[in-house]
């Protein structure tokens, strides 16, 4: 920890991570990991027996040999392979443990998040913690006597267990793209056909793209001194202005030259 925050040896911290992972327990796990023996999640597990597996098949090797190979203990492995369609069976492959814990607060409930989810994502509505947490509440009024932080670590647990993680919008349309599925592919038969015709230069196929760019592009981070109370920048007095720049590619690869357009009077 930064020493301008000392914390007590006996303070336990609690870590809200939007992605549902504890940097406490990942750094406890790498500062023991010296003293104790390397654990192995489920889908490394699995991974290390199909290795040895093939080893044996192809090498003529034993499964003794094969785990001395691999420099692991045959024991371990035994034990593995007793268990290997235990851990075939687990949906999550970083699992550490066979048991699945105590049960979450949120068990009861499971089935109606998830559907929550899937419903507003097919609808292409955003779906953010603070909506899962209200969602809950709704569901569970007892929710409502229990901390914020209890909530918010329940629902990071929730979406690690079912694999659920925050995702920057790689598409956004005022429509629904089943809306515009079938126009998409009408223009595909459409312009197919004449993309192919003998007479074509792909270097004259071309697809252009426009995006608005401000005039001034502010930063809104600075290198600073710690511990300064103010942190002053500099702005520029047309950083509402912008111009339309328009990006053009060729069939054939060849980027065009970019067009800058600026507002006519």
């Known amino acids: 920890m930064c020493s301008l925050f000392p914390f007590p040896k006996n303070m336990k911290l609690h870590i809200y991570n939007k992605s549902g992972f504890s940097h406490t327990r990942a750094l406890d796990r790498i500062n023991t990991r010296a003293n104790k023996r390397i654990p192995f999640s489920t889908?490394?597990?699995?991974?290390?027996?199909?290795?040895?597996?093939?080893?044996?098949?192809?090498?003529?090797?034993?499964?003794?040999?094969?785990?001395?190979?691999?420099?692991?203990?045959?024991?371990?492995?035994?034990?593995?392979?007793?268990?290997?369609?235990?851990?075939?069976?687990?949906?999550?492959?970083?699992?550490?443990?066979?048991?699945?814990?105590?049960?979450?607060?949120?068990?009861?409930?499971?089935?109606?998040?998830?559907?929550?989810?899937?419903?507003?994502?097919?609808?292409?509505?955003?779906?953010?913690?603070?909506?899962?947490?209200?969602?809950?509440?709704?569901?569970?009024?007892?929710?409502?006597?229990?901390?914020?932080?209890?909530?918010?670590?329940?629902?990071?647990?929730?979406?690690?267990?079912?694999?659920?993680?925050?995702?920057?919008?790689?598409?956004k349309a005022q429509r629904h793209l089943s809306e515009v599925e079938g126009e998409a592919l009408e223009f595909l038969d459409y312009i197919r056909p004449i993309l192919k015709e003998p007479n074509r230069d792909l270097n004259y196929i071309m697809n252009m793209d426009q995006t608005p760019v401000f005039h001034a592009m502010d930063f809104r981070t600075t290198i600073n001194r710690v511990g300064a109370r103010t942190v002053n920048l500099r702005t520029s007095a047309s950083d509402s202005k912008r111009v339309t720049v328009a990006v053009t590619v060729t069939a054939s690869g060849r980027r065009v030259k970019h067009m800058v357009v600026f507002k006519g009077e």
Request: hydrophobic share 40%; aromatic share 6%.
């Open 43 to 171: 889908g490394e597990k699995l991974k290390i027996l199909r290795v040895i597996k093939k080893m044996v098949e192809e090498e003529s090797l034993t499964y003794s040999e094969a785990s001395s190979a691999l420099g692991l203990d045959q024991s371990m492995i035994s034990r593995w392979r007793k268990k290997e369609d235990v851990f075939a069976a687990i949906p999550r492959p970083d699992a550490f443990s066979l048991h699945s814990g105590p049960s979450s607060i949120l068990k009861s409930i499971t089935e109606d998040l998830l559907h929550f989810i899937d419903t507003w994502r097919s609808k292409g509505l955003p779906v953010n913690r603070i909506a899962l947490m209200r969602k809950a509440r709704s569901l569970i009024p007892d929710l409502e006597t229990k901390s914020e932080h209890a909530v918010k670590m329940s629902i990071s647990r929730f979406m690690t267990k079912h694999r659920l993680v925050h995702r920057m919008a790689t598409h």
